[in-house]
């Protein structure tokens, strides 16, 4: 298989995939009569989508937004947080372990307290989103400045370069695909903060229009806000994997070459 080959062939394969399981999820429906209350049809979510497109599209963008603010104030404290312990033992000794305990919580157990502090609406949305998060950030980024030889910041040392010199060109750059890798994990998650929030303590988005939809047995409108979060998802999942492509080609450069290869042969 040529090169060119190749790549049409992984463009399509998504799409062959979702078709295809869309044609066998209607059929099914359709072959064992399951009532559309406990299963609905994908004809049948797309004519929820139609039918209640208005208020989907306004609870989608209330979502959306406490989504991107929590994820931006994720990325900012994770990439913080992660330069220091990624750069620091008696940080990492001393941070990791509070890191892993916060993300042990579960989130659902969480939004409670928000309301007591805060309010229902969009700052427990958003807290909850930067809570699920941040951690990935955190994580990846200390891990990219751990892969830094201590052999060349030996040499580095000797020619006379700071701990900030080798930290800020040294360090920082070869972090930089943990960190673009971490932040495709990371927005899905705070799509899932922001949701479950929503379905708590909140009188709008598309974790509010679920649940309402699911107090009156609205099965496709359930599947229909489903629906948008995942297209949703994706949608910026894409956009960080065409981030991360700009920004650390260099990395994955080599990994397409060895994908070709493999193919071609």
């Known amino acids: 298989m040529t090169r060119k080959q190749w790549r049409r062939l992984e463009t399509a394969m998504p799409w062959i995939v979702i078709i295809g ?12 009569d ?21 208020p989907i599209m306004a ?25 220091v312990i990624g750069s620091s033992r008696l ?20 939004v409670p307290i928000l309301v007591l502090w805060m309010g229902i609406g969009q700052p427990p949305a958003i807290i909850t989103a930067f809570l699920l998060c941040f951690f990935p950030i955190a994580v990846n980024v200390a891990t990219g400045l751990a892969t830094t030889e201590p052999e060349m910041e030996d040499v580095l040392r000797s020619l006379g370069a700071s701990k900030l010199d080798i930290l800020w060109k040294v360090g920082i750059p070869r972090s930089l695909p943990y960190f673009f890798a971490s932040l495709k994990v990371a927005i899905t998650l705070a799509f899932v903060g922001a949701v479950i ?18 107090s009156q047995f609205r099965t496709p409108l359930m599947f229909a806000g489903v629906t948008v979060i995942a297209a949703m998802g994706i949608a910026t999942y894409l956009i960080f994997v065409l981030v ?22």
């Open 21 to 32: 399981a869309l044609v066998v999820w209607e059929l099914a429906v359709d072959l064992f």
């Open 34 to 54: 399951v009532r559309q209350f406990i299963l609905p049809a994908p004809s049948d979510i797309v004519v929820a989508l139609i039918q209640y497109r208005e």
């Open 59 to 83: 609870s989608a963008l209330f979502t959306l937004v406490n989504t991107l603010a929590g994820f931006g104030i994720g990325v900012v404290v994770g990439l913080f947080i992660g330069i």
């Open 91 to 110: 940080a990492y000794a001393g941070l990791y372990p509070i890191l892993v305990g916060i993300n042990s919580v579960p989130k659902a157990a969480v």
């Open 197 to 214: 929030s929503e379905t708590i303590a909140s009188n709008d988005g598309i974790g509010y229009l679920m649940l309402q939809a699911a």
């Open 244 to 265: 991360e492509k700009r920004f650390t080609g260099w990395a994955t450069r080599k990994q397409d070459a060895v994908a070709l290869g493999t193919g071609g042969g």
